[in-house]
């Protein structure tokens, strides 16, 4: 939730908690996500708190209420945003909305650094496969070994289908998938 209010924020620079909801929902983050309305308000005030976002107040509602407020990030809420990209990214195992956070926003950094990440990634995937085989012998059959087989196999089939996906990410940004930051996007073609 952190990484996709302040991604959301970053892209548009100032914004008032109704347009980073909007903005979360059109990337339908409220379906595989835990951005709901009353949480996105709540982590704009705690991330303000927490110095991450400056908070300028912009007069009265429309609609007659409190004053509205727009936030944008501080340095330290940038500095925040790239380390949970990076970390994200990088993560052997994050959750499922944290990585797709991450993805959906790694155009915000530079190729060669998600590249790495993504890297890093591939790597402590295969190591953790790896640890985990060690200790099964050669040929075993984990069907015959209960549930403790059927735990392996989930562990082996998440590493395996994990690796193989930052793979393909990783073959298709070599291959310039994406605009990436620094970047310009390639013309138009009449």
Known sequence: MRLLVLGALRRRGRAHGYQVRADLE?????????????????????MAGQGLLVAHETGPSEAGGPPRIEYRLSGKGDEEYFALLRQALSDRQPSLDVLGAAVGLIEDLPRDQALQMLRERARAMDEWRASVTMHVPAGTDLDTWGPVGEVLTLWLTTADYGATWTH????????GAFTMAGEFPAPIEQ
């Open 26 to 46: 059109a990337w339908g983050a409220h379906e595989w996500s835990t951005a709901t309305s009353g949480s996105v308000y709540h982590a704009l005030k705690s």
């Open 168 to 175: 393909r990410l990783i073959r298709r940004l070599e291959e």
